[in-house]
């Protein structure tokens, strides 16, 4: 059977029931169903969203999905920095912490949100981690390469290994006895970066298999405890880069 949905004073549109009920839940009266998010319930904006969607669908005409707004407050920048790094890093980081905040205000959605939230905080990790290899292979003019794996229990050698070389008076920090800590337990829970983002492994087997609960805001506070760390560490190094490339630039010796 088909349904007539309003476009406006004049004029409707024919669909089948398969079309509209695969966007939007419609009633009788032709309003939109109510669409819950977090806590709270908020009413489509009158049937403009899904008008929006009508019009596409009758004319054929789609929106680009990577293109620049009329809202410009909404527009995210791209290439606001030469090196854009800082903002995947960053990025993840931030992202992650908003959800967390998110569950620890309203107390809900936890058990969905937990799989982002990890894979967020497990991938600035990984950026950080990659960031301090790149940056210190370029300051030592080493030849190693960038590695293109995944795995956190490889990465965090080389950095360190980089970190010793580069400040040779302070190479055996607390700092890493404790990122040693936290990379294991990650390492173990999630070796290739796939438990967080996919249900089943390769393999067939269930992600997570023997994870049960996961408290988020110890999480969060555990990230943050050594992030910060491997945060100045890619910062120094880059400082080191920076006055190496001025020496050279001017002839000094470095």
Known sequence: RSVFVPLGPNNALKLTRTSVASFYSVSVCGQLSLCRWGSKNVSCNSLNNFRKYLT?????????????????????????????????????????????????????????????????????????????????????????????????????????????????????????????????????????STAFRYPKQKDGHQSLENVHYISLCNLAECVHSFSNFLDGAASGLTECLDFKCECEYNGDYY
């Open 56 to 192: 596409m669908i009758s004319t054929d005409k789609y929106p680009e999905l990577f293109s620049a707004g009329k809202d410009w407050q909404m527009n995210a920048c791209l290439s606001f920095m030469h090196d854009m790094s800082t903002g995947y890093i960053k990025g993840y980081l931030y992202a992650a912490d908003r959800l967390v905040e998110h569950v620890a205000e309203t107390r809900c959605d936890q058990d969905y949100f937990v799989y982002p939230i990890t894979f967020m905080y497990r991938q600035h990790i990984e950026l950080q981690l990659k960031q301090i290899i790149s940056t210190g292979n370029s300051l030592l003019t080493d030849q190693c390469g960038h590695p293109e794996h995944h795995k956190l229990d490889s990465l965090w050698p080389l950095a360190k290994g980089i970190l010793r070389k580069v400040w040779p008076n302070e190479s055996n920090p607390p700092e890493f006895k404790h990122i040693d800590n936290f990379i294991i337990q990650f390492s173990k829970i999630d070796p290739n």
